[in-house]
T-cell receptor, first 113, second 114 residues
Framework: GAGVSQSPSNKVTEKGKDVELRCDPI?????LYWYRQSLGQGLEFLIY????????KSGLPSDRFSAERTGGSVSTLTIQRTQQEDSAVYLC???????????FGEGSRLTVL | AQSVTQPDIHITVSEGASLELRCNYS??????LFWYVQSPGQGLQLLLK??????LVQGIKGFEAEFKRSQSSFNLRKPSVHWSDAAEYFC????????????FGTGTRLKVLA
């Protein structure tokens, strides 16, 4: 596609439910990032994928969070047993190489009731 | 620790006035530097970046930024603000030797008065 695509754009869920957020990066971009943006906060790094290398998961806040990237393209961020503090906008970005311009999707807004 | 500080959470300027948004960073070496803008309901868009060379960099929409190594700063400027510039602005840094964790500031929300 022309840009980074994220779905769903909005997700409302009940505490304790699992959610999956999807990111479809720009074709050919080898690097893919997930960030979390909470109200009044900056962008919090969650996880980074680069080609076929093992992902850097150092930013994941707890073991309830996981992410995978299939075939070097689409990525899914999964949050298990959601908590109210997980409410945020989850942003995906891709780039051609490690350091350069990040292209962001419009984000998935998660609300946990 | 690596960090990016944007000391102004909110800034309000009148249309046509000049603008300067501050960004200071803490990093082991000179990193790559970026400014991104997030307009309401839209994703983040790159305004400009500094990798090396001329310390005054030009970006899109009439923005420029100046890298000052001695002050560890990368302030964003615009001579004359337009109402459409109302948005949130993020400063970010990334390592130059394979360190890929872009570190973002907390953002500055710009309001433009007509």
């Amino acid at each position: 596609g022309a840009g980074v695509s994220q779905s769903p754009s909005n997700k409302v869920t009940e505490k304790g439910k699992d959610v999956e957020l999807r990111c479809d990066p720009i074709s050919g971009h080898t690097a893919l990032y997930w960030y979390r943006q909470s109200l009044g906060q900056g962008l919090e790094f969650l996880i980074y994928f680069q080609g076929n290398s093992a992902p850097d998961k150092s930013g994941l806040p707890s073991d309830r969070f996981s992410a995978e990237r299939t075939g070097g393209s689409v990525s899914t961020l999964t949050i298990q047993r959601t908590q109210q503090e997980d409410s945020a906008v989850y942003l995906c970005a891709s780039s051609l190489r490690n350091t350069g311009e990040l292209f962001f999707g419009e984000g998935s807004r998660l609300t946990v009731l | 620790a690596q960090s990016v500080t944007q000391p102004d959470i909110h800034i309000t300027v009148s249309e046509g006035a000049s603008l300067e948004l501050r960004c200071n960073y803490s990093y082991g070496a000179t990193p790559y530097l970026f400014w991104y803008v997030q307009s309401p309901g839209q994703g983040l868009q790159l305004l400009l970046k500094y990798f090396s060379g001329d310390t005054l960099v030009q970006g899109i929409k009439g923005f420029e930024a100046e890298f000052k190594r001695s002050q560890s700063s990368f302030n964003l400027r615009k001579p004359s603000v337009h109402w459409s510039d109302a948005a949130e602005y993020f400063c970010a840094v990334a390592g130059t030797s394979g360190t890929y964790k872009y570190i973002f500031g907390t953002g500055t929300r710009l309001k433009v008065l007509a």
